[in-house]
């Protein structure tokens, strides 16, 4: 199966940040933990040269904890303020207004002699689909500011959002970049959901995701649905099914159900805390 994504609205987003990005003092990435460098937008560097970065491991409850604190550290030794975080839950969220006075604070200086007081940091809040901005700004903002949703595209268009006196964030859609170089990538960004599902086969999906999570983290997949990890993915998806009850006419396997649960239970943390990058 060929992973690519690119509908669009997104060339729309893409023009409509590098307009605003002179505005902007700081930018705020979120990736999802479980796939750190797959889930960066390789644009967002281009975009942001100049600016102060902070990069947040979202959903870092779903990753494996020995990795999220190795990509802390990866991040720290680029440079950048890094933070785990569960926008879900509010982990980690009380730990960034810190986190952007320390990495802005040249900024606040330069404007303390200046004799500019109290002008708040403004921060681009990027990242792509899917990976939880919405409910990470809702969370930080302790209201309903932006929409929400479990599906890739939820957020349209720009907006800002004034937190305090000191902090202005500005929402910008999830976007991906035209052409995935590398299909891993790709395949990666279909498992955590940020492509349009509809445009995936889930069997085969479901098959890939098998192989990734069985080098790794053999163990989930046979606790889970008592699969033989040894097994090729297929003969995995068909235990799956079997463990699911997942039947279509008579006694035939219906593995597309199969993998619709394979999927979901990797996505909800239900395979356990797994992280399919690594450094």
């Not at 955590?192 to 983290?217: H, R």
């Not at 649905?225 to 699911?244: M, Q």
């Amino acid at each position: 199966m060929n992973y690519q994504w690119y509908p669009g609205h997104m060339t729309k987003a893409r023009r409509m940040m590098q307009e605003n990005i002179k505005l902007i003092d700081l930018v705020i990435e979120l990736v999802d933990a479980r796939i750190p460098i797959s889930s960066r937008n390789p644009d967002i560097d281009e975009l942001g040269k100049g600016k102060s970065r902070i990069i947040l491991l979202n959903k870092s409850d779903l990753a494996d904890p020995v990795w999220n604190k190795k990509w802390v550290e990866y991040f720290s030794n680029q440079g950048m303020g890094v933070l785990e975080i569960n926008s879900r839950t509010g982990m980690g969220i009380k730990s960034i207004q810190g986190l952007v006075q320390e990495v802005c604070k040249e900024k606040i200086e330069r404007d303390r002699k200046r004799g500019i007081v109290n002008r708040p940091v403004r921060a681009m809040v990027v990242g792509i689909p899917n990976v939880g901005k919405s409910t990470f700004i809702n969370s930080f903002a302790g209201k309903a500011c932006a929409k929400t949703g479990n599906k890739p595209g939820v957020t349209k268009g720009k907006q800002w959002i004034r937190l305090n006196k000191g902090l202005e964030l500005l929402d910008t859609p999830g976007i991906l970049w035209p052409k995935f170089e590398d299909q891993q990538v790709g395949m990666r960004l279909a498992f955590i959901g940020s492509m349009n599902d509809e445009i995936l086969i889930p069997d085969e999906l479901a098959c890939d995701l098998i192989g990734a999570i069985k080098e790794l983290y053999p163990k989930a997949l046979q606790e889970r649905y008592e699969a033989d990890p040894a097994g090729k993915p297929i003969e995995i998806l068909e235990a799956v099914a079997e463990s699911r009850k997942c039947y279509a006419k008579g006694e035939q396997l219906d593995l597309g159900k199969a993998a619709g649960i394979l999927i979901d239970d990797f996505r909800s943390g239900k395979l356990g805390r797994i992280t399919l990058e690594r450094i």
